[in-house]
């Protein structure tokens, strides 16, 4: 059974730093494009940063400079390293995972709430 376990969230000061993980429990991990979205109350879910197999990135503009996304294929876990946080960033945070190959293979975690006070 596939799961998606993010963690490293919490309640931080504007200009602060998080990092957040996702454990994944993925046969052939290494394959999958992995993303973080967001989703602030009221707000969709938006896309964050992804990250494919060959180490690609890529992020939306809002994050471009303050976060790096990751990943540690031997223990098959992503990153997302958040610098200079603004209250704007306070959202629940979730990891994706993306088979390049099988489109079905899509995958979602429980979410991870970040909390920025300014």
């Known amino acids: 059974q596939v799961q998606l376990v993010e963690s490293g969230g919490g309640l931080v000061q504007a200009g602060g730093s998080l990092r957040l993980s996702c454990a994944a429990s993925i046969r052939l991990f290494n394959i999958y494009t992995m993303h973080w979205y967001r989703q602030a109350p009221g707000n969709q879910r938006e896309f964050v940063a992804s990250i494919t197999r060959d180490g690609n ?18 223990k098959n876990t992503v990153y997302l390293q958040m610098n200079s946080l603004k209250p704007d960033d306070t959202a629940v945070y979730f990891c994706n995972a993306q088979s390049p190959v099988r489109p079905q293979d899509n995958y979602w975690g429980q979410g991870t709430q970040v909390t920025v006070s300014s």
């Open 57 to 74: 990135t890529n992020y939306a503009d809002s994050v471009k400079g303050r976060f790096t996304i990751s990943r540690d294929n031997a």
